[in-house]
């Protein structure tokens, strides 16, 4: 048990990170509390730290819900506001948001921020995630810290672009541009960008992609949504593909096109219906020990009868699984692993 001295250290640590992220964020000119960097660090070491990015042009408040289902889980949790963003201010092509526009400043603060996430607990390997462009930055750096990472979880990952055409727009293009559609009042965010700060992006998720043919990775969970005109579903499949045969513990999923889940996937605000199971399914993975075939092979049984608490028993999962795995297995897709085990069966 850690003597007073230690439990001091340790507050102490903490409460440094704290003063020294706040102090920042002032000097930056954070105003809104949406934008600050979400820390929800554990009192004691757990050995359990997640280290999230959110998404290119957003903010830390993405993350909040998970945030807080992940320190509940007994995760220190932290969310930093990515370089340039969280500014206000009346941005356009003449006065661009204070985005970086080379991808070494974004590589930069994760590793300063994974070097800060060890030092809050030193015994822990940290689990990386993030959303979007967050989440390729997550992917980059547990390519580079393979060894340090428990698990990674990335959320509709930017490897590129929904169309090829897009790619080339943005690789070429130095103009300003404007998302389209109306920004979510609820929710702070830039409403336009310099083309050149989401090449950084491109140029990173790219690099992921080519380096995960060849380079390890920790087990990653990939959440890709059918509906999604941001981002290359494709990309996704192959990067799982790349990584699942030496991290087998690493899963893939799809949300249906028929649930209308966006790209910006993890909050209801944010157009997300389903963002109770989404936070259940990313509990569900950090919590189980069983590969995405093994997944599969407890949806394929539940088909021919039987009880997901028998399923269990026989494959001897007892230890492998804890209570969210369930409500992860009734979005698996029965019908598509039964026709592809039994192509003549159909189960209409």
Partial sequence: MPNIFTKLYRATVNTILVEQTKIKEDLAGIKNPLCRSILLLQPQPTGKVALLFHGFTAAPYQFGPIAQLLYQAGYSVMVPL???????????????????IEPQPYKDFALEWFKQAQTIDPSAKITVGGLSGGASLAGWLGIEKASQCNRGILYAPYFGNSRFVLDLIINKS???????GEPNPAYPGYNGFQTQALKAFLTIGEEV???????????????????????????????????????????????DRDLNIPHTMLLKAEGNQWESVLNIMTKAYLQSKITWAEVEEIAYQMTEGKTYPQIIKELGFESKVLADLPALI?????????????????MD
């Fill in 82 to 100: 990515m370089p340039g963003h969280g500014r206000s201010g009346e941005f356009s092509a003449s006065n661009p948001t204070p985005l970086p």
């Fill in 174 to 180: 130095q103009s300003y541009r404007t998302w389209l």
């Fill in 209 to 255: 992609l080519a380096r995960s043919k060849k380079e390890a990775t920790p087990p990653i969970f990939v959440l890709s949504t059918g509906c999604d005109i941001a981002v290359n579903n494709n990309d996704h499949k192959e990067f799982f593909e790349n990584i699942v045969q030496n991290q087998p513990l690493s899963w893939y999923y799809c949300f």
């Fill in 330 to 346: 009734t979005m698996v897709d029965k019908r598509a692993i039964v026709e592809a085990r039994n192509p003549s069966r159909s």
